[in-house]
Nanobody
Framework: DVQLQASGGGLVQPGGSLRLSCAAS????????IGWFRQAPGKEREGISC???????EYADSVKGRFTISRDDASNTVYLQMTNLKYEDTAVYYC????????????????????????WGQGTQVTVSS
């Protein structure tokens, strides 16, 4: 199967940390630009981070300094390390891979629809609550 799978979400207290994983099967992630997106209840989806195939990274202002994206080629996985989590980080988090779309097109408050990416993973819920 060719698929992208996001995992690692959960319930965490404010100020806590979580690490999300975006694992690929059937294709190699390092050929693609990988984006992380999130959709909070009642809000539009937003792109929050991206790891380009050349190794550069992008972050939305809302997560800059708190989230770190990285890629592990051995496990064919992209990670999103989230620290100092806030209530407003509560959302369903998704990852996507695309060969052509640049990170600047992914890290935006108006990202493309999920069907416009080469690969789209199912969401993982992150809930920040005390």
């Amino acid at each position: 199967d060719v698929q992208l799978q996001a995992s690692g979400g959960g319930l965490v207290q404010p100020g806590g940390s979580l690490r999300l994983s975006c694992a690929a099967s059937g294709f190699t992630l390092d050929y693609y630009n990988i984006g992380w997106f999130r959709q909070a209840p009642g809000k539009e989806r937003e792109g929050i981070s991206c790891h380009s195939r050349d190794g550069s990274t992008e972050y939305a202002d809302s997560v800059k300094g708190r989230f770190t994206i990285s890629r592990d080629d051995a496990s064919n996985t992209v990670y999103l390390q989230m620290t100092n989590l806030k209530y407003e980080d509560t959302a369903v988090y998704y990852c996507a891979a695309d060969f052509s779309l640049l990170c600047i097109a992914m890290v935006t408050t108006t990202p493309l629809g999920e069907h416009q990416y080469d690969y789209w993973g199912q969401g993982t819920q992150v809930t920040v609550s005390s």
